[in-house]
């Protein structure tokens, strides 16, 4: 009845273990995070968001400090404080120093606002984004 | 009693008509989108905006197209339409191919996701996130 | 299994007449709008959410264009079309000028900006606020 | 000047009592939670929120667990950590096991996700969900 | 340059072919909706997205009609129009009659309201809810 | 790499005092808080945000307290925690009593419970609405 979480790796099962070391692996961390130990109640969710992050956050035509920054703008949208420290964190370490973030912030405080005007204005979309 | 928007560069006081010529200058089109002309139903609103825009979308650390996807992943989150559509617009011409838009969504998406699950597990903030 | 909204004054039952009856009189108009056709549907959510507003949005220490304009900078926050569409024609009857307009919407956007620069720069609360 | 709740039992006037008498005897509690005990800074809305919660949540053709289950889902939607901290409580209570809690937060996490995909690839309504 | 959704099963990709080919078995439909038609434009996307989503709403301890509800109950929070047209079509094909969608909106309103009005009182988490 | 903020008035660049100096003559306040020694992280922010929410909550048609329920009722809807501390504070300054912040509340709370109605009921927009 009450919360299993946080597992830890020395009481997790073979099937979170597994997640946990490519997690570990994949990131050349000593331990995962608290988001992994709570996700661990449920094995399967743990899994499959793992395998997503891994595929979305991995190699592509974003470099990886872009793929965080947009993390980060939409954990500031939906004011998870959780998501806020841990892109904040996570974004640094890939290199976001702080006039980037000063510049992401000012972005993503602007886009909330000027979001609101639209929807207040009621504007019309102009035929040229129609497309 | 009636809504006066959209206002026209014909149509607009010479301090409206002062912030479309900047905005056509800066931004090197023939003519404004709707945004900008119906918040010119409050001039001191439509100057303000565009001078904050301006700035905060101007020459930084950041570079533009990092800014616009940003701004995209902000709008997609509120699910403001016009929003979307005129920025995807802006991002596009600031070098966004289809990939780097999948790429863009995809973790837009996931951010989303995975701050509700955060929330819903009730994930306590790591100590190596708190500072 | 199709939806049977909207329900109109000659369609509807005794339960939902006596309601369309109360709203027709309470705010003197001809007919209900759509919201309440829509509502219909159920009659009992109907009649709580009529209550409910009836007492919310009557006299009280508030006055009404105050209480609609605070009901438009919510479902602007929102993005809610509807009621932004219906509330901005309620504030107008109530008195809402179009510098008011302007003043509101700068508002409502300004607290969705700086509700995000609260988040991202994850500034405590201080001493002086907590009481 | 100073916020003076919660209002306790033995403080409360003889209005907020009645409330709080209904809720206890209608939950079989021994007291009512914190919720009630803050918003009786306003007996109209405490009264007219418990009666509204009493109709919604009582007996219907949704089970009590789904209704507390749906509750939770909006509450996580939203990022509201006391009623993400009852409403578990409470879906509790009614019967939700470990594995009812994974798949809810699973579907939750989905929802949110592909809700902002919807968003961003601007999904136009399938003639046949038109209805 | 131009948007090449949606992609339709005679101009799809042997991999977009192999998703939707999948999703008309599991679901015993004759067509993908646009929501799979426009992910398309990411073959990356709309395979992580289904294997997802298949996963997820898939047997288990919550019932289909519970999940689709929960779906519906967050894309109306969301306020995603597309997300509500196909998960209201999803739901009542599972059985959601008018009785239970009342209920259901009733529930999901309510929510809304009761977190907001959390948010706005500052009510702590009583000390029975924190485990 | 540390995050460096709040910035006191005396660890304070020439710049940031200045800002720091016209909020304390504007608001006849003997120190500025939290979010502004926070937001003096990036000067260039901390100076445009004061200008505008300078221009914005200055003098208008609006009245002050007004301004200031109408930016609580967006950070309640919102669930920003610091925004709804400190705004609650400033609308008292301004004049709000307890009987206006149960009204304020019950009309947010009420506002966004009929979003999610209308969004549930997909109720479309009366054409007297339209203008």
């Not at 099937?15 to 449920?42: G, H, Q, S």
């Not at 991995?58 to 872009?66: A, F, K, R, S, V």
Request: with cysteine; proline share 7%; net charge neutral.
């Amino acid at each position: 009845m009450s919360t299993p979480a946080p597992i830890d790796y020395a009481d997790a099962s073979p099937e979170v273990r597994a997640v946990y070391d490519d997690i570990k692996k994949t990131r050349n961390v000593p331990d995962v995070n608290n988001f992994w130990k709570y996700l661990a109640r449920d094995p399967a969710t743990l899994r499959r968001t793992w395998e997503s992050i891994k595929e979305i956050m991995g190699p592509g035509t974003l470099d990886p400090l872009t793929k965080e920054m947009v993390y980060l703008a939409v954990s500031v949208t939906n004011g998870c404080g959780y998501c806020i420290a841990s892109h904040t964190a996570a974004a640094r370490k890939a290199g976001m120093t702080e006039a980037m973030f000063g510049e992401l912030m000012a972005v993503t405080g602007m886009a909330n606002e000027t979001n609101r005007l639209v929807n207040g204005y009621r504007v019309p979309i102009d035929p040229a984004f129609q497309t």
